[in-house]
């Protein structure tokens, strides 16, 4: 019967990927969050996703609010 890594290491293939540099220690929370905003490339002062999009449909609303306002005052103007 053969292990799993005799049998990777005959086929020439790694038996697990190294977690080499996944657990890091940092001296204070501050290098931590340094550290991941390198990674990651954004700090928690951005907005969101989410939020970017929320805004912008926010102000279509209210564009398209203002154009049917103007629209409806043209056709009250019409009848008179």
Not at 28 to 34: G, I, M, P
């Amino acid at each position: 019967q053969i292990a799993h890594a005799e049998a990777a290491l005959g086929a020439g293939r790694k038996y697990e990927n190294p977690s080499e540099g996944q657990n890091q220690m940092y001296d204070n929370f501050e290098d931590l969050v340094k550290e991941n905003e390198r990674q990651y490339g954004h700090s928690s002062n951005q907005e969101s996703r989410g939020a970017r999009i929320d805004r912008e449909l926010e102000k279509e609303d209210k564009e398209t609010v203002e154009r049917m306002n103007e629209q409806q005052a043209q056709k009250e103007e019409r009848k008179q």
